[in-house]
């Protein structure tokens, strides 16, 4: 009995082997057809890449003044500071940095950092860089208007000195840096080298011809964390823009990038994807806080509600424009998931004018105070060289006199237009600005603003979200800020341009661009 007992455990030990040797000859095979399979695949993938530049000036990033070129250096050079796809400050070529005093920032540089050609980036670079952008007149002069100087401190530190207090400076060095040495004894301006400078970035300028560039990557790149599986990138060079978007029409190049609302003019709107963000041109109304009418809430109120921003976009700009709520929500991560506009609600506008003792009388709202009979008119400026802006005030005084309030248009010299803003000598203006990278509210909400606007609690918040670098305490500041936007009024935002990223239908890969950086995740795209 114990015999048979014996037996059976040993039979069923020789089938649970037979059972595991199977199992295991079939994962085998499994995974080496799963390996054959990513072989293959990998294979099958282009790994290069093809872009475009038209008219191309230089590849010296802060001589150009081809954005085209700008776009495809960033690839090739780096920052000190860049932006993450929502825009946030974090570290590239500086690990960290301090504000050490109201005007002084220490920054400590990247060790591991080299130049394609095998040289240490050091500080040396980082000053080299900073007065040359004192020098000359680049794209980048702004980022350093308010540099007074360059402190190295030792081989990985430098300190950089301002004029004055620039709330989020971080911001601003997010221009390229160039080789010291690369440029030692060389005319800067003029030098024959600028057709292929030495960068620190994934990528590296690998041969030059006169009609194309080919980049590679940079096997040296400090980033080891990140792998480039993207080899190759050929850059054409192209005699005009409208030569550029007819090669990518015909697949050529695989992506363009701009803020030509006419683009499927050119590229028709077939064969390719895109995305469509807004981009940094921020047109907006300011109302004059001198102003008798316009410093009462109420008032700002009822025009922000008889205001219909979409048909503005709609009916002026056929759509090639977004509607904008405010200054920051073209993504950026300091106002995201939140509407600071009043909306556009014509009964509301009514009810809040009634219940401020305004009457509706012949179409025009009217009002009795100390024995006078007021009535809501105001003087609207805008710039009489920019002509859409003259349509969209045209537009805005179709709206608002529907609803009883209304508007003279003064068509103003830009000289004159500067002077009226500067001496808030206008009852409401029509502004346009190109947005800067830095989340700095200053125009808006500080000393000295384009409305005159004062709130005790909006200057503690800017004096704070200046002293600090607390992201929670940032995104809870400047959620107010946009409280305070939609509720006081003291501005309407009404549209940003429009951005667009075309890109080839075949390219595979995560696409997140902005209007900073078009490349995110290029390390990871093919064909």
Request: proline share 2%; glycine share 4%.
């Amino acid at each position: 009995m114990k015999s048979n007992w014996i037996k059976y455990v040993f039979i069923i030990f020789i089938i649970v082997i037979l059972i595991f040797a199977v199992f295991k000859i079939k994962q085998d095979e499994q995974e080496k057809q799963q390996e054959l399979e990513y072989v293959s695949s990998q294979q099958e993938k282009i790994t290069e890449l093809t872009l475009g530049i038209a008219e191309l000036d230089t590849m010296n990033p802060i001589l150009s003044k081809n954005k085209n070129v700008q776009d495809i250096t960033r690839l090739i050079y780096e920052p000190l500071v860049t932006l993450t796809a929502d825009y946030k400050a974090e570290p590239a070529l500086a690990t960290e940095w301090a504000k050490q005093s109201d005007n002084s920032y220490l920054i400590k540089l990247r060790e591991n950092a080299k130049w394609t050609e095998g040289q240490r980036f050091t500080a040396e670079d980082v000053k080299f860089t900073l007065d040359r952008l004192k020098e000359i007149q680049s794209i980048y002069s702004y980022n350093v208007q308010y540099v007074t100087g360059v402190e190295i401190v030792d081989d990985y530190t430098v300190k950089i000195n301002l004029d004055r207090e620039v709330p989020f400076f971080e911001y601003q060095l997010t221009f390229p840096i160039l080789s010291k040495d690369y440029y030692e004894n060389e005319d800067f301006v003029n030098s024959e080298k600028n057709s292929s400078p030495v960068g620190t970035g994934k990528y590296k300028i690998a041969e030059v011809e006169p009609s194309y560039i080919i980049l590679q990557k940079n096997d040296s790149w400090w980033n080891r964390q990140t792998n480039l599986s993207l080899e190759k990138i050929t850059v054409n060079l192209y005699s005009s823009i409208g030569e550029l978007y007819n090669s990518f029409k015909i697949g050529n190049i695989d992506l363009v990038a701009t803020t030509n609302d006419n683009l499927q003019e050119y590229i028709g709107t077939i064969g390719y994807s895109s995305k469509e963000l807004k981009g940094r041109e921020h047109t907006f109304l300011a109302f004059n806080m001198q102003n008798n009418f316009l410093a009462r809430p109420e008032i700002r109120k009822a025009i922000s509600y008889s205001i219909d921003k979409e048909n503005i976009v709609s009916s002026i700009f056929n759509s090639k424009c977004f509607t904008s709520s405010f200054p920051l929500d073209y993504g950026s991560w300091l106002a995201q998931g939140q509407d600071a506009s009043s909306g556009y609600n014509l009964e509301q506008a009514k009810q809040v004018l009634s219940d401020s003792g305004w009457a509706l009388r012949s179409g025009t709202w009217q009002k009795t105070e100390n024995y006078r009979t007021q009535r809501l008119v105001f003087n609207l400026l805008v710039r009489a060289s920019d002509s859409a802006k003259v349509t969209v005030a045209t537009n805005l005084k179709q709206q608002l006199e529907t609803q009883g309030i209304t508007i003279n248009i003064v068509q103003a010299s830009d000289d004159q237009y500067n002077k009226s803003i500067n001496s808030k000598n206008y009852d409401i203006a029509l502004c346009s600005m190109t947005l800067s990278l830095t989340p700095n509210l200053t125009t808006y909400f500080g000393e000295g603003n384009i409305a005159g606007y004062v709130s005790e609690e909006v200057t503690n918040i800017m004096n704070e979200v200046k002293n600090t670098t607390d992201e929670t305490i940032l995104k809870e500041k400047y959620a107010r800020l946009a409280e305070i936007y939609k509720t006081d009024i003291p501005y309407i935002s009404l549209y940003n341009n429009k951005y667009t990223v075309a890109y080839n239908s075949g390219l595979v890969g995560e696409i997140t661009p902005n209007w900073f950086y078009q490349f995110y995740g290029i390390e990871g795209w093919y064909k």
